[in-house]
C-alpha cells in the first residue's frame, strides 16, 4: 500500500479515504473490476460516494501507473492493480478470462517484432499497447483441465 500512496504523492494527489479505499479494494481483491463494481462495493463503508468520483480517481490512478485499464466485453473499461517492479518501464499484462486476475510480464513482447511490423506496414511505431488473455493455473484445475 505504501509504494502506491508514494506514487500518488509524487502524482502531486492528495491522499484521501476514497483514494485508500480504492487502492485497498484493488490489493485485497487482485483481480480487475469496473469502476461500477468499485463503487458498489465501496460505497456501504464509505457512505457518500458518488460514482463519478469512482471513476475520476481510477482514472487519475490509471494515469499514474497505478491501475491498468483494459477494454473488456461490451466496450466496457475494467481496471487492475499494476504490480510490475516499476509501473514507469514498459510492460504487458496477461488476465485470467475465469478468475480476473491479473499478472504483470515484465519486458516488452513486441520489441523484437517491431522492425518486421514496420516493414510490412510501411508504418513507423510510436507505442504499442499488449494485453493478453489466458486461464491462470487456478482456473485451469477448476476446469478440470
Known amino acids: 500500500m505504501q509504494r ?15 483514494r485508500e479505499a480504492i487502492l485497498a479494494y484493488f490489493i485485497k481483491e487482485g483481480k480487475y473490476a469496473t469502476p461500477e463494481q468499485v ?20 482514472e487519475e490512478m490509471h494515469q499514474l501507473g497505478i491501475l491498468v485499464k483494459v477494454e473488456g466485453v461490451e466496450n466496457r ?9 516499476d509501473p514507469q518501464v514498459h510492460h504487458h499484462h496477461i488476465i485470467c478470462q475465469g478468475c480476473h486476475k491479473v499478472r ?6 513486441v520489441g523484437s517484432l517491431s522492425k518486421q511490423i514496420e516493414a510490412k506496414t510501411g508504418f513507423k511505431l510510436t507505442g ?18
Open 77 to 85: 473499461f475494467y481496471y487492475g492493480l499494476c504490480r510490475a517492479e
Open 128 to 145: 504499442h499497447t499488449v494485453h493478453l488473455q489466458g486461464l491462470c493455473q487456478s482456473c485451469i484445475i477448476a476446469d478440470g483441465g
Open 39 to 58: 463503487w458498489k462495493k465501496l460505497r456501504i463503508s464509505l457512505g457518500r460516494l458518488g460514482l463519478p468520483t469512482v471513476y475520476r480517481n481510477m
Open 104 to 109: 504483470e510480464v515484465e519486458g516488452c513482447l
Open 4 to 18: 502506491y500512496i508514494r506514487m500518488l504523492r509524487e502524482g502531486k494527489l492528495k491522499i484521501t479515504p476514497r
